[in-house]
């Protein structure tokens, strides 16, 4: 049985995102059988009042998993009650746009033509328009958001139980392709969730997924102790 040490050399203090990642793990392993009842909660509890990250990978270092990514931000599940299956992908025109406006600008400026500070400032020129993208560009691979994730967790979450879930956990985006699967972990009123993320199909930039939330079965009692 793993305990908190330093084993890991990463001496970061740990926040609540980090403590629930490791525990959205430890779930994983123990709906896959990696852990039984006893080492799952034993480990969670261990997640919950770890101090380090280091520490945390203590926790996950002997099973499948891959490693969290820490610096992942924390989303915070809505209160929402939409059932949205069909999700945008992230989409690039309007950055590429921004950009190539900034670029103008900066050229502007540097170009020697400052203006007078009792000048009237001339209205800005129409937006410069975006160069067309290549079809094969990885940037332009749809995906669904980690913050639509939660969105749509949350709001099927709230569809299920009549109110919105206290907190919703994923890993990270997912792919949009067919076939692609996500496990988030959901916390509420002291029990937890899984959700199950698939994408079921993509057609251009929309991405169609369904999600499937459990909860996650209590531990058994341990056995009383012999005198």
Not at 29 to 50: F, I, K, T, V
Not at 190 to 205: F, I, S
Request: charged content about 20%; glycine content about 8%.
């Amino acid at each position: 049985m793993i305990q908190p040490g330093s084993r890991y050399g990463d001496s970061t203090r740990a926040n609540d995102l980090d403590r629930a990642d490791v525990c959205a793990i430890l779930d994983n392993a123990y709906a896959d059988g990696e852990l039984d009842a006893e080492e799952h909660r034993q480990r969670c509890a261990w997640a919950m009042s770890a101090k380090t990250r280091g520490q945390l990978l203590g926790m996950i270092s002997d099973l499948q998993a891959r490693p969290p990514v820490f610096s992942q931000q924390s989303a915070i599940a809505p209160k929402v009650n939409p059932n949205r299956k069909w999700l945008i992908g992230a989409g690039v025109g309007a950055s590429v746009a921004a950009v190539a406006i900034l670029g103008a600008l900066v050229a502007t400026w540097h170009s020697g033509s400052r203006p007078s500070p009792t000048a009237p400032v001339a209205a800005p020129a129409a937006p410069v328009a975006a160069p067309p993208q290549s079809p094969s560009s990885e940037s332009t691979r749809p995906f669904l958001a980690i913050a639509d994730l939660v969105s749509m967790i949350s709001g099927d979450f709230q569809d299920q139980t009549g109110h919105a879930p206290e907190r919703v956990s994923c890993p990270g985006d997912l792919d949009g392709h067919v076939g692609a699967f996500e496990r988030c972990s959901i916390a509420d009123n002291g029990k937890r969730y899984t959700a199950d993320v698939t994408v079921t199909a993509v057609n251009g930039g929309q991405v169609s997924s369904r999600d499937t939330i459990s909860e996650v079965g209590s531990p058994p009692p341990a056995p009383p102790s012999r005198p």
